[in-house]
Each structure stands twice: as structure tokens, then as C-alpha cells.
């Protein structure tokens, strides 16, 4: 627990530190984040037009990846121009209420792209299981009730933190060692007791990614089951090829939390620079790759793709 010793005001402004102990290469740093944002950007709009445009890729599993390219969007897009501004122009100051707004939404959208993954998982074991009643069991109403659910779910779970982020008093510094307003770094530069905060950190992690990657496996596991009954070698990889890309993106984008949360049950204490890179990969990269993975295996996609390519050359 901070000492409160010489305990400081709740402030107007925090102090974004950046990447701590590697502030003279911010601009190094600023450049493949940038790059990431650009492809981010152009890659998920890519896959919105070409799902909006062919009528073929208008089932659920493609409207799934179309939420998915919007929240990736959504959730680069509250990340990235601030450390940016942050990195090039040595922006550090933000807001207490800025602070309060980046808390929430930012995990917000984390949250979703968690819950839509778990969806896209229910997508293919329902399609692995009941081939036949596809269609009518992931009708475009079932589709809503999912995004709603999502939606409502990651605002129960993240309205709480800027109300009780709101109600510290005292910190021990206002410099947040972080590129971006993170609710545990602001807690942890907070005085007094702060077990409920950690509390409430800990369940959020296990209300929504914990949650998620329980049943996700759940569903590979039947999955799986399904698969292995089929006495076909040639229809058994079939089977799994549909699952292929899901896959890839599940392990982007759950293999950090598990590795952080492995690394501190382990007792392995990271350095507080490497622990921060490590943080902006959980929201920068898999907005990036997801739409690479899904255009490389998409047969649909891929011929969109090269037409652009091909009109363009012409």
C-alpha cells in the first residue's frame, strides 16, 4: 500500500509516462505503431467493404468478423493517437475526466472483441454439430441478441471503474506509468486502502476474458469430439480447416494474458518497460493481424483482394 506520507490532491491532470526507462526511444517506438495503426485501419475497413459487398459472405461467421473489424477499429482508434501525440509531440499530460473516459473504454472494447470471439467459437461448433440447422439456429435475431449481450456485458463490467477511480482523493504521484490511463496503474499510484480496487481488477478479468477462454476451449473440445467421430480423413480435415483462422486469432489474442498471468503466479517479475510493450500488444496487434489471417484463408476474400490489386495496376 502507497504510503500517504506526502500524499498529493486528486489533480486536473495526469502524467503519462510513456514506456518508462525508455523514454529517449518514444521515437523509435513511434514508428511501428504508427505502422500498426495504418494497417489496422486500412485492413479492417477492407474486410467491412468486401463482407458489405459480396452477398456470399453474408452467413454468420462473416458477420461476426465484421463486428469484430468495428470493435478493432473502435478500440485502435481510442489507443493509438494519444500515444502518439504522446510519443511525437511529447503530449504526457491528459485530463483526470480524459483519464476516466480512456479507463472505460479502452478494456471496454477489449472485452467485446473477447465476447466475440467466444461467439465465433459458438458460431463453429454449432456449425461442426448441427451443419443442417446452421442457418436456423444463427439467424440474423440470434446475431443481435449475441451483439447485444456482448455490448450490455462489457458495460456492466467497465462502468464501475471510472466511478470508483473517481473516488480516490490522495496519490502519491500523478505520473502514470503507462502510454495510456490504465484503471490498476492509476490505483496503484493511489493512497490508502485499495484491496477493493484490486478486487474488482481481478473480477473483471475473470467475469469476461476468464469467462470467455473457459468456454471457448469448451467448445474446441467438442469441437474436436465432433471431428474425430467422422471416419473420413479427408472430412475430418475439412471439418477443421473451417476452425483454422478462429484458432489462429484466439491464440493472438489470449497467449498475452496467459502468459502475464503465468509469469506473475511464477513469481517472475517483469521489467516495468517490458511489462508495458507487453500491455499495448494486448490491444495493437491483434487488431493488425486478424484481418491478414482472415483474408489469407477467406477463398472470398482473397479474390476481392486481388481484383483491388488488379483494377488498381490497371
Not at 232 to 260: N, Q
Request: include cysteine; glycine fraction near 6%; aromatic fraction near 12%.
Amino acid at each position: 500500500m502507497p504510503s500517504c506520507n506526502n500524499s498529493l490532491p486528486k489533480p486536473l491532470l495526469f502524467i503519462l509516462a510513456g514506456i518508462p526507462g525508455l523514454e529517449s526511444s518514444h521515437g523509435f517506438f513511434s514508428v511501428p505503431f504508427f505502422l500498426i495503426f495504418v494497417i489496422t485501419v486500412v485492413g479492417n475497413i477492407t474486410i467491412l467493404c468486401i463482407i458489405r459487398m459480396e452477398k456470399s459472405l453474408h452467413e454468420p461467421m462473416f458477420l461476426l468478423l465484421a463486428m469484430l473489424s468495428g470493435v478493432d477499429l473502435c478500440l485502435v482508434s481510442v489507443t493509438v493517437p494519444r500515444m502518439l501525440g504522446l510519443f511525437w509531440m511529447n503530449a504526457k499530460e491528459i485530463s483526470f475526466d480524459a483519464c476516466l473516459t480512456q479507463m472505460f473504454f479502452i478494456p471496454s472494447f477489449y472485452v467485446m472483441e473477447s465476447g466475440i470471439l467466444l461467439a465465433m467459437a459458438f458460431d463453429r461448433f454449432v456449425a461442426i454439430w448441427c451443419p443442417l440447422r446452421y442457418t436456423t439456429i444463427l439467424d440474423n435475431s440470434m446475431l443481435v441478441k449475441m451483439a447485444l449481450t456482448i455490448l450490455v456485458r462489457a458495460v456492466a463490467v467497465l462502468t464501475p471503474a471510472p466511478i470508483l477511480a473517481e473516488r480516490l482523493e490522495h496519490f502519491h504521484t500523478h505520473i502514470i506509468g503507462y502510454s495510456y490511463c490504465a484503471y490498476m496503474a492509476v490505483v496503484m499510484i493511489a493512497c490508502g486502502d485499495i484491496s477493493d480496487h484490486i478486487v474488482y481488477g481481478l473480477m473483471v478479468i475473470v467475469a469476461s476474458v476468464g469467462f470467455d477462454l473457459f468456454f471457448i476451449i469448451l467448445s474446441y473440445g467438442l469441437i474436436l469430439r465432433a471431428v474425430f467421430q467422422i471416419p473420413s480423413w479427408e472430412a475430418r480435415g475439412k471439418a477443421l480447416s473451417t476452425c483454422g483462422s478462429h484458432l489462429c486469432v484466439i491464440g493472438l489474442f489470449y497467449s498475452p494474458v496467459v502468459f502475464s498471468v503465468l509469469a506473475q503466479i511464477l513469481g517472475y517479475h517483469m521489467a516495468p518497460h517490458l511489462q508495458i510493450i507487453i500491455d499495448n500488444l494486448y490491444f495493437l496487434v491483434p487488431p493488425m493481424v486478424n484481418p491478414l489471417i482472415y483474408g489469407a484463408r477467406t477463398k472470398q476474400m482473397r479474390e476481392w483482394v486481388l481484383r483491388i490489386f488488379h483494377c488498381q495496376r490497371d
